[in-house]
């Protein structure tokens, strides 16, 4: 089970932070992503963690402005957004998947786990 949250209204250039809570997962043995998608877009990945093996980026929009972390301890992970921009206005979600990221990267299909999303409006 996963549960997104921290979405809400900002103005171009604040921040947010989500977070997904998660149970039934391990860190190590799974990959965990975050994407998004806009109203009449294709979903998206942005990024994805598996335990040690550190977090990697996928899209190229959101690199030095996104950050994605996770709390083992707490069996969450986070998406920190900051200098955010009115084109990354969408519900983001975040999922899961029992293979790592180096083998599903953050391919929406591959993904089996997904948590409802939490919706992201940035206002210019």
């Known amino acids: 089970q996963l549960q997104a949250s921290g979405g809400g209204l900002v103005q171009a250039g604040g921040s947010l932070r989500l977070s997904c809570a998660t149970s039934?997962?391990?860190?190590?043995?799974?990959?965990i992503g975050w994407f998004r998608q806009a109203p009449g877009k294709e979903r998206v990945g942005i990024s994805c963690i598996t335990g040690s093996e550190g977090t990697k980026y996928y899209l190229a929009s959101v690199k030095g402005r996104f950050t994605m972390s996770s709390d083992k301890a707490k069996s969450t992970v986070y998406l920190q957004m900051n200098n955010l921009k009115p084109e990354d206005t969408a519900v983001y979600y975040c999922?899961?998947?029992?293979?790592?990221?180096?083998?599903?990267?953050?391919?929406?299909?591959?993904?089996?786990?997904w948590g409802q999303g939490t919706q992201v409006t940035v206002s210019s």
């Open positions: 039934g997962f391990l860190f190590d043995d799974y990959a």
């Open positions: 999922a899961a998947d029992w293979n790592h990221c180096a083998v599903v990267g953050t391919n929406v299909g591959r993904y089996d786990y």
